[in-house]
């Protein structure tokens, strides 16, 4: 499955290698959920600049919404520089843990080593 992700993810423009953590978010316009995951990761972008979202109309892309088996909006997946498949979050996740799978593979700016510097 990572493999067809990928390709899948490349096909809509998807560009991992610019930021250290993409986000792919599977969307719909009426979707509520949607609309405030969005706005949470716009606030995470703020302080994390090593990450990138991008935001799918579902409803534009029903191929790659069947290649990649999403079933409900949002979905998310979570790739690295390489465009390795990090993960996916289906359906809305709470800001704490949108936060928490963010700073889990990017880590704070100014920290090394899990420390601030």
């Not at 996740?93 to 799978?101: C, V």
């Given at each position: ?91 809305a996740p709470r800001p704490a ?21």
């Amino acid at each position: 499955m990572e493999r067809i992700a990928t390709a899948v993810l490349e096909a809509l423009g998807v560009r991992p290698e610019d930021a250290d953590l993409t986000v792919v978010q599977f969307s719909t316009a009426f979707c509520g959920p949607c609309r405030a995951t969005r706005a949470r990761l716009r606030q995470l972008h703020v302080t994390r600049p090593g990450l990138a979202c991008v935001e799918v109309d579902a409803e534009s892309h029903l191929d790659a919404v069947r290649a990649l088996d999403v079933r409900r909006t949002p979905t998310l997946f979570w790739l690295d520089r390489t465009g390795r498949l990090l993960g996916r979050s289906d359906g809305a996740p709470r800001p704490a843990e949108l936060t928490a799978l963010v700073a889990a593979h990017l880590p704070a700016p100014g920290a090394r080593g899990g420390r601030e510097v």
